[in-house]
């Protein structure tokens, strides 16, 4: 069975130092993956996605993510945080036989001034 | 184009009664998932509509339930309510592609007294 794990329930930065958010997936084949991002009170927003095109994936804000097959992870990076980037951020899987997401526990970012 | 709507945004209800929720997809999406998300429970998934038909389903008693009609908008039911279905109930759409993004709307808050 396909999972997503994402480690850190809570990650704190501060305010101009690097984020890094970690999704690691267990799938058979080849995966789509997902980060999403979720302002309080709001819905989920896409930040990115990986469809087997470049390995290295360019998101809004800032975001990019890097899918490296051999250690199974999709691990989410910003250089510089700001304190707009405090949320909870969502990692998804999905596999090409089956249109559901599996979803990670997700990880709330704050951003320390 | 719009994105989803969801309504109502706000609900509050007592133990026993049941609920309807409605969510409207983007234009052209015929997909449509609805999740649970609490504190302790994360994102959970309820169930996947295509083309009015339920196509994938979570591991949540019988008492939710949905449906999809012909122009995709979807409705999901909670009948006799628990104080533990207090949530916000998240609605997406997508297109029916595997690395197709899928769409959130803003949820509705369902609070149950």
């Known amino acids: 069975a396909q999972s997503v794990t994402q480690l850190g329930s809570h990650v704190s930065v501060s305010e101009g130092a690097l984020v890094l958010l970690r999704c690691n997936y267990s799938?058979?084949?080849?995966?789509?993956l997902f980060w999403y991002v979720q302002y309080p009170n709001q819905g989920l927003q896409l930040l990115l996605k990986?469809?087997?095109?470049a390995t290295l994936v360019k998101g809004i804000n800032g975001f990019e993510a890097e899918f490296k097959k051999s250690e199974t992870s999709f691990h989410l990076t910003k250089p510089s945080a700001h304190m707009s980037d405090a949320a909870e951020y969502f990692c998804a899987v999905r596999v090409n036989s089956n249109y559901q997401l599996i979803w990670g526990a997700g990880t709330k970012l704050i951003i320390k001034p | 184009k719009a994105g989803v709507t969801q309504t109502p945004r706000y609900l509050i209800k007592t133990r026993g009664q049941q609920v309807t929720l409605s969510c409207s997809p983007i234009s052209g999406h015929r997909s449509v998932s609805w999740y649970q998300q609490t504190p302790g429970q994360g994102l959970q998934f309820l169930f996947e509509?295509?083309?009015?038909?339920?196509?994938n389903k979570g591991n949540f008693p019988g008492r939710f339930s949905g449906r999809q009609f012909s122009n995709s908008r979807s409705e999901m039911n909670v009948s006799t309510l628990e104080l533990g279905d207090s949530a916000l109930y998240l609605c997406a759409s997508s297109q029916d592609r595997p690395g197709d993004t899928q769409y959130f709307g803003p949820g509705t808050r369902l609070t149950v007294l």
């Open positions: 509509y295509f083309s009015e038909t339920q196509r």
């Open positions: 990986y469809t087997s095109a």
């Open positions: 799938s058979s084949v080849p995966p789509y």
